[in-house]
């Protein structure tokens, strides 16, 4: 489903500026945006230093569902250590960071997730979001994304396509998580910036002989863990985007692909 007033003409969108362009945007916390950190130094500003612990990203959705840290041990990080291609993204390091949402989100039929990340370690699960141990999505390991809903448990593991590269500065990745109709599919996009970040994975439909479907609500509330400090993420978040009722086409989720990977060098 397209916003109000945008069609496709020629695998693009007319009218599309940015994510959301398109209907459903439940959630949208974006690349170096409206960030507050507990010194009070924000993004708005511009005086954000290495190592300022964050205590609020804002969605930008206009649903006011903003992502807070009131634990200082669990604040994610602004850092700028990787010659500045990481200033913006949250540093969720230790695996020992995460954030709650002002409120928790429920899908409950069609959705799309999209998360831009680059991942520091994956000796052990790292979870993008959940809300308890039963509602999560997670890479269980380098080629295996495992989505947690209500009671039941899927795996989407590639052994054929390329892992995303771990604990290099040069690359970033985008998971989608999409359902559609209860059926469910992951789609990995991601390399360096010298292959347009695509040349490791051009969209891959992730294990695409599964087709596992679930028609439960997905609750989330957590960003970089399941339930609280549980699987946490070691790496860095650049954009999340949650879309209810909405399933992104092929040429609209290249769209945000362009979109998100041009919002950082």
């Not at 949250?90 to 959705?111: C, H, Q, R």
């Amino acid at each position: 489903m397209l916003g109000l007033g945008n069609s496709i003409v020629s695998g693009s969108v007319v009218g599309y500026s940015d994510p959301s362009s398109f209907s459903g945007l439940v959630l949208w916390l974006g690349f170096n945006q409206s960030m507050t950190a507990a010194s009070g130094n924000t993004t708005a500003a511009g005086n954000m230093v290495n190592d300022d612990k964050i205590i609020q990203w804002d969605d930008l959705s206009g649903n006011a569902n903003h992502a807070t840290q009131s634990t200082s041990a669990d604040r994610p990080k602004w850092d700028t250590a990787n010659s500045g291609a990481d200033i913006g993204a949250p540093k969720f390091a230790n695996n020992a960071k995460y954030m709650d949402l002002a409120s928790e989100i429920t899908v409950g039929g069609d959705f799309t997730i999209m998360i831009r990340f680059r991942l520091n370690d994956i000796t052990a699960a790292r979870s993008f979001l959940g809300n308890t141990t039963e509602d999560l999505f997670k890479m269980q390991d380098a080629d295996n994304f495992t989505a947690l809903i209500g009671s039941s448990d899927y795996s989407w593991e590639d052994t054929s396509a390329t892992d995303p590269t771990v604990a290099d500065a040069d690359y970033r990745h985008i998971v989608t998580f999409i359902r559609k109709r209860g059926v469910m599919k992951v789609y990995v996009n991601g390399g360096t910036a010298s292959g347009d970040w695509k040349d490791e994975q051009d969209d891959v439909d992730w294990d695409s002989a599964e087709s596992h479907s679930d028609t439960e609500s997905f609750d989330i509330s957590n960003i970089g863990s399941s339930a609280d400090d549980t699987d946490n993420f070691n790496g860095w978040f650049y954009d999340v985007l949650i879309y209810d009722g909405t399933v992104l086409t092929t040429a609209e989720r290249k769209l945000n692909y362009d979109y998100l990977t041009a919002q950082a060098v």
